[in-house]
């Protein structure tokens, strides 16, 4: 798979939220859902003007263990990164300081690149998924799985991991 790696400092996030569950798959309908409800409202154009630093472009963020409780609860935001101030009547979040594996893909096969990290290139690979549980869907977290959408139909999947050398 082509990839490469990124090392961020902490950086925000602002746009908007959603609270959703991986508990019967419900998250894979709740995503989806949302980001055709804030493209059909244009709100996906009120982030664009936020976009000022990596990774550029809009962004689909997960972010976990929200709910002590219970580990499929999480976060999901459509979002931009940024060093601005959040808008009134948006959420933001701080991404801390990570390395990331990034996955070059397109919105067609983003899904199936998304499995292909976890099943193939993870367990060959020189570096560890930080993230973990996605097939129980019970998450442990070090920081968000990012979706990065570019120009077109430019994707990028953002995972954060660390090298297998580091222990």
Known sequence: MDYRIEKLETFKIAGFA??????????????????????????????????????????GASVYNVDSTDPKKFDYYIAAATTQETPAGMSDYTVPAMTWAVFPCTRKTSGKTQMAI???????????????????GKMTSAAPDLEVY????????????KEKSEG
Not at 118 to 136: E, F, H, Q, R
Not at 150 to 161: A, R, S
Request: aromatic content about 10%; glycine content about 6%; overall charge positive.
């Open 118 to 136: 976890v099943k193939n290139w993870a367990p060959t690979s020189d570096y560890i998924l930080l993230n973990t549980g996605y097939a129980s």
């Open 18 to 59: 959603i609270h959703s569950t991986n508990a019967w798959l419900k998250g894979m309908r709740d995503c989806p859902a949302f980001w055709k409800k804030i493209i059909k409202e244009e709100k996906n154009e009120q982030l664009v003007p936020l976009i000022n630093r990596k990774p550029f472009g809009l962004l």
């Open 150 to 161: 570019g120009m077109g139909d430019d994707v990028e999947i953002w995972v954060p991991v």
